[in-house]
């Protein structure tokens, strides 16, 4: 504390009202952090106590990704602001879980306008004929401690073709900022761009794409 600062806190400590705003200073500090101890979740990162139900993306805390190497100079990245997903799940029949998701292909945000621009173009997403890229799961196999490959369907520019999503259980827990069980997940899909049709600059533009997520699902009520 320099001088000036402890000038000004002898002064507030000296005169009535600035006892009274030192005080409220100090009670809002304690009340901050006894709100962050009564509202910080407990998170549980056993998968066997992962509440049953259906679950609905928080849109608000989770992110979609693509990275692909650009001719050995760097790994470029790409993000999509739009998306929904839902999940359907019983700890006691892993396997029988339920996943699909719906991407609005138009939400691609490179940083960089006019380039977005042209990965909506026919010559990479084709987006005017292809709003959409959509996922369902027809499979799911546990693999590890709180992972699982996730089998399914991806639908990109009109072509489906069978993809494995890897998939983490982070951990869940009550939220008493959203009012329900919540439950994060994060998860990636390498996946063939030319299966799809995305083969521009093939054989000098990689091929493999990996997709990352990082998602959080709220429990719905009564589900």
Known sequence: MDRREAGLTTYLKRSAAGGVML??????????????????????????????????????????????????????VGRFERFEASLTGDPAQPEAAQVTAIVDMASLNVANPEFATQLMGPDWFDAARFPQASFRTY???????????????????GKTQAVIIRAKLNGSAYDPLRGAEV?????????????????????????????????????????
């Open 23 to 76: 005080l409220a200073a100090l009670g809002l500090a304690g009340c901050n952090t006894l709100a962050a101890t009564f509202l910080k979740p407990d998170i549980d990162t056993a998968a066997a106590t992962l509440p049953a139900g259906n679950y609905t993306l928080d849109p608000k805390h989770a992110s979609l990704f693509f990275r692909i190497n650009h001719l050995g100079y760097s790994t470029y």
């Open 183 to 223: 439950v994060g997940f994060s998860a990636t899909l390498p996946m063939s761009r030319s299966v799809f049709g995305i083969d521009k600059y093939s054989g000098l533009l990689a091929d493999e794409v990996e997709i990352q997520i990082e998602a959080e699902f709220i429990r719905q009520t009564g589900g």
């Open 139 to 157: 499979g799911l196999k546990i693999v590890g401690e709180n992972e699982a490959d996730i089998s399914g369907e991806l639908t990109l520019k």
